[in-house]
Structures are given as C-alpha cells and as structure tokens.
C-alpha cells in the first residue's frame, strides 16, 4: 500500500514532453502510471533505449528488450535503441529533465546513498552516480522506514553515498519533502498522515512549510 501512495504521487512530477530516467525498485512501477494516464514522455534506460513503455503482457515479453534493471519492457512507437556511451553523453550532458531514484538513505542535506549495503553483494553502481549529477531534477522516492521500522530519512546517511546535497525533491508514504539551501523541508502531507506522523519517524531534522 505504501509503495502505491508513493507512486501515485510522484507521478504527478512528470510532465508530457520530459526526458526521464526511472531507477530500479519503486521508481519502475511508475510507468505504467505514466501509460496509464497517457502522458507524451520519453523513459531513457542507461543501457541504450529511449522510449520505454509500459511493462509487458504475458505475450508481449521480449527476453532481448530490458532496462538498467534487467526487466522485460516494452518500447512506444519511435522508440530509440543505442549503445551504453551514447546513453550516458545524453545523462552527463545534461539531456535528461527528471531522474526518479530509489534510496536507501536520504539525509537532511540532500545526500542520496542507493546503491549499496556493505557486506552485500552488489554488481555495481550502475548509472546512479551520473544521474544525479547529471540530471536537471532528482526526485527520490522511498519507504519511510526500514523493515525495523528504523527511519531512512536520516540526519546523516551512514550508508555508503551515491551524492552529496544532490536531492531536490523526496517522495515517501508519508509525505513530501524539498532540500533548499541547505535545509529539508516538509512541503506536503500524504492522506491521513499527520506531523506527529512525520516526527515520530524521523531522524533528520525539517521545517514545515506546508
């Protein structure tokens, strides 16, 4: 339920005619949404497509079509494929309007930890680093809190970092937060959450500007 409220509203960041890198986990989910409402966007994958669609049926599944995470998808009329250089010149030269990350971690200035948990196998960093430097927006979207109901919006990411003061918008189940000259503030409530909500799951420390 969590992860729906989550999605739903960081839809509401895109807009028809944006360039957008979805990330692994939550962010993914967001496209069918986007096909859903039927916005004119295009999902860029570091690995060589612009033009993602919505995930596939059954009878659309094409083991050779996937994104940076290894899933199936499918790919909209016009859609581009090329190699990995050529899909990173289009993030690092700024070509990509909105970024829309997974985290592990947030702290209250903005840094961004996503791509590992040490002593945990991971296979790389993947396009996470490039991303948030270069694209012009980087919305986060993530859980709340752990599965030890520990906070992940933390005063410090104790993970390791992915970017520092790279955040400008994050998006949990319990409301929405922007990171601006170096504060975290609380811009919006989720339904049916109220601030002690929002405090009492907490670490960072935020002004309420709703």
């Known amino acids: 339920m969590s992860k729906e409220i989550i999605v739903k509203r960081a839809t509401k960041e895109v807009k028809s005619g944006m360039y957008i890198n979805l990330g692994i986990g939550i962010p993914t989910l967001i496209a069918n949404e986007i096909d859903k409402l039927g916005l004119n966007v295009f999902l860029h994958s570091e690995n060589g497509l612009l033009g993602i669609g919505a995930y596939p049926s059954k009878d659309e599944v094409d083991p050779d079509l996937i994104n940076a995470g290894k899933e199936t998808v499918t790919a909209i009329r016009g859609a581009s494929f090329f190699d990995s250089a050529e899909s990173f010149a289009m993030i690092r030269g700024g070509h990509i309007d909105l970024a829309i990350l997974g985290g592990m971690e947030v702290s209250q200035y ?86 002690d909500d929002v405090k009492s799951n907490t670490e960072a420390e935020f002004r309420i500007c709703l």
């Open 110 to 195: 903005g840094d961004l930890a996503n791509y590992m948990i040490p002593k945990k196998l991971v296979k790389g960093m993947g396009g996470a680093m490039d991303l948030v430097n270069g694209a012009k927006k980087i919305v986060v979207v993530m859980e709340h809190v752990n599965k030890k109901g520990e906070s992940k919006v933390k005063k410090n990411c104790g993970l390791p970092l992915t970017g520092k003061n790279v955040v400008n918008r994050l998006i949990t189940e319990l409301g929405v937060f922007d990171f601006k000259n170096g504060e975290m503030q609380l811009i919006e409530l989720q339904p049916n959450v109220t601030i």
